[in-house]
DNA sequence: CTCGATCCCTGGACGC
DNA sequence: TGCGTCCAGGGATCGA
């Protein structure tokens, strides 16, 4: 499940491969998951990547503006979600198209740039201009390039719980499920406590590790929990440095008493009971996502 | 404003 | 071996 570190590694990996190479053609599959798949085919071809950044979980593929003047729309780029499953990666021509690629742009050195995506949960975008303006000032703030007092503003001035306001894009842009619990569990934070009574230090200790996690996890490349690739079809290692996700039922690593998962903010939350204390007044915790009838179709 | 519920989607795990 | 069921999860959306 790519999250900021995984999406990092992956704009890097395609700084390096595709920068620079125009996209000659485009062909899709699957466009459900896609803006404006017209637009996209109408657009893309003729353009120049210049360079491939992230932006929160997204990759921003920075584009050159159209040929002819009068369809001058200013900055255009192509943003691409990964979802859940989603693989950005360059390959050769001839290699055989893996199943579920939506979506393959011909590059000018004659390799291909291929979107594949088993569950389609990403989403896919050429915009440009004011609608890319708009679209990006929509996120919140980049976890890595803000200030501890901007940080703590965004947290402490909400009333929803610490785990929700960490995956919210508009608050934070970038962390995920993973991190979240991650960097609760190096706080010492229930992810059930809510933001606006956390003290300024726990927010402190909250900034500072989360950065920790976030810079070291890129160092690894990313985790890879069951299939995230980077742009060279690598997987990333820092799922060995997971201590809480994932590992319910399993010892905590600070203090031996068993790992539990509730439900916050409709997510699986990992998190040590006796490391992270819940909240006072809290209830409904300690279930778990079950019981809830299977849906016809 | 914040919450939970529901849906989107498919592969993998699991039970029988 | 094969089928059915459940589950994962980011984000949009809707109603409470």
């Known amino acids: 499940m790519p999250e900021l570190p995984e999406v990092e590694t992956v704009a890097r990996g395609l700084q390096r491969e595709v920068a620079g190479r125009k996209i000659l053609g ?8 896609i803006d404006d798949p017209g637009a996209m085919e109408k657009k893309l071809p003729g353009r120049t990547i210049l360079r491939v950044e992230r932006y929160g979980k997204f990759l921003l593929l920075r ?17 691409v979600h990964l979802g859940m499953t989603g693989l950005l990666m360059p390959r050769a021509a001839s290699e055989p198209q893996a199943k579920h690629t939506h979506v393959v742009m011909l590059l000018d050195d004659g390799r291909e740039l291929r979107y594949v995506d088993p ?6 975008a050429y915009l440009a201009g004011e609608v890319l303006r708009t679209e990006l000032e929509g996120f919140g ?24 306001l960490l995956l919210d ?10 991190y979240a619990d991650e960097s609760l569990w190096r706080a010492k ?11 300024r230090r ?12 976030l810079q070291k996890a890129i160092l690894l490349g990313g985790s890879s929990i069951s299939d995230f690739l980077d742009a060279e079809g690598l997987p990333g290692e820092y799922q060995r440095h997971h201590r809480v996700y994932g590992r319910e039922g399993k010892p905590c690593f600070r203090c ?6 509730v439900i916050v903010a409709g997510r699986s939350s990992y998190y040590c009971p006796h490391c992270q204390k819940t909240p006072r007044g809290r209830k409904g915790l300690g279930r778990t996502k079950s019981g809830r009838r299977s849906t016809k179709r």
């Open 141 to 164: 703030a980049d976890p890595l390039e803000t200030a501890l007092v901007e940080f703590a503003r965004r947290i402490q001035a909400r009333k929803a719980r610490i785990k929700a």
């Open 202 to 213: 726990k927010v402190q200790q909250l900034y500072v590790v989360l950065q920790g996690i």
């Open 26 to 33: 485009l062909t899709l599959g699957k466009t459900d998951f």
């Open 63 to 79: 584009l050159t503006p159209g040929e002819q003047p009068k369809t001058n729309e200013g900055e255009a780029a192509l943003l």
């Open 189 to 199: 934070i229930h992810p059930a406590e809510w933001g606006a009574r956390l003290t």
């Open 256 to 261: 031996r008493t068993t790992i539990r998962r």
């Open 169 to 178: 894009q508009s608050v934070l842009r970038g962390v995920g499920n993973i």
């Open 119 to 124: 569950r389609r949960f990403g989403r896919i």
